[in-house]
């Protein structure tokens, strides 16, 4: 259940509503909008369909919410989140592009790469160390020497870090290098390592599952933000379809769907969702009008020798033009990279 509170209701009004939701047992959500605050209501669901809210002071309705997921709706919060990143605000005016190779390879590899983003524009550097592949004999990461070199190379560019996180157990590792933990598309339902990520304040990349619904994604967000760890963003990466030109299917209405139904911000990764580098721009261009907060690339200064994605995975000097074209759709729509 959401409380709104009238435009005209005073402090003590809304100190009234909340202790008398506490005195029933039940937990609260507090937002504070321009105009209008909202009190959500958490708790056992008997005890929410009994509370009778409506004939308090400064009470103007209350509305049942539906949905499973409740801390990362926006009935519950009707503001836009704009999480922090050590400084880099996603979810606001800007644009976060997001940029590097798929799998952390070499010191070499990293800092030329991490030069090409960051004068292109980037802000986060991404690469993988801990590498989920689908086969057991495919290139699985550096561990925590490329942990290392990511620090290194983003630290000498001026960029953040961004890169997975496969096992709850690696939060402390991982947490001592990355600005943002990203949680892959296989793990979105790793309900034990959504929980120990809730647990701690480092913001989380949440990207969708294979074949997840927008409903189901969201209540793996919730996981996060119920934890109490509210510095969460989502990634849509394209989804599994019977579609086989494209190595997934990205789904751009998901971005529209999800500013309807949440405040958390969110990025495209067009790498992924297409798998094909000569669809990487299109769909670069089309998520930022469809209206992402940013977008996660991956970029290589050989993709043809990559040790994963090279397929997907653009040039330096490519990279650099896109990012030009990006420029000028961002300010179409009022905002800017």
């Known amino acids: 259940m959401i409380i709104v509170m009238k435009p005209s209701a005073t402090k003590e009004d809304i100190d009234k509503v909340i202790a008398k939701v506490k005195q029933n047992g039940l937990d609260i959500n507090l937002s504070k909008g321009a105009e209008t605050t909202i009190v959500g209501v958490i708790g056992n669901k008997k005890k929410i369909a009994n509370l009778q809210m409506n004939m308090m002071r400064g009470v103007e309705k209350t509305v049942r919410i539906t949905e499973k997921y409740k801390l990362v709706s926006r009935n519950f919060h009707p503001e836009d989140t704009v999480v922090d990143v050590d400084g880099v605000k996603i979810g606001g005016k800007d644009i976060v592009v997001m940029a590097g190779p798929c799998s952390v390879e070499s010191e070499k590899q990293l800092d030329t790469a991490a030069e090409a983003v960051a004068k292109a524009g980037a802000k986060f550097l991404r690469g993988g160390a801990f590498k989920p592949r689908?086969?057991?004999?495919?290139?699985?990461?550096?561990?925590e020497d490329g942990l290392k070199m990511m620090r290194k190379s983003a630290d000498k560019f001026g960029l953040k870090v961004v890169t997975e996180i496969v096992d709850k157990d690696d939060i402390d590792l991982i947490g001592a290098y990355a600005d943002l933990f990203q949680v892959g598309a296989?793990?979105?339902?790793?309900?034990?390592?959504?929980k120990a990520l809730g647990k701690q304040q480092k913001p989380v990349l949440l990207k969708r599952g294979l074949s997840a619904t927008i409903s189901e994604w969201l209540n793996a967000a919730e996981y996060i933000v119920s934890g109490g760890n509210s510095n969460v963003i989502l990634c849509e990466r394209g989804i599994r379809t019977y579609e086989t030109f494209t190595r997934n299917t990205l789904d751009l209405s998901a971005v529209a769907a999800v500013k309807e139904l949440s405040h958390l911000p969110i990025i495209v990764d067009p790498s992924h969702g297409t798998g094909r580098w000569q669809m990487v721009a299109p769909m670069s261009r089309a998520a930022i009008a469809a209206g992402c907060d940013g977008l996660i690339i991956?970029?290589?200064?050989?993709?043809?020798?990559?040790?994963?994605?090279?397929?997907?995975?653009l040039t330096p000097k490519k990279?650099?033009?896109?990012?030009?074209?990006?420029?000028?759709?961002?300010?179409?729509?009022?905002?800017k990279i």
Do not use: C, W
């Open 134 to 143: 689908t086969s057991p004999y495919d290139f699985q990461g550096l561990a």
């Open 186 to 194: 296989r793990n979105m339902q790793n309900f034990q390592m959504l």
């Open 298 to 313: 991956e970029v290589h200064p050989h993709p043809e020798s990559a040790l994963s994605d090279g397929d997907q995975s």
């Open 319 to 335: 990279f650099g033009q896109i990012m030009e074209e990006l420029r000028k759709i961002a300010e179409v729509m009022g905002r």
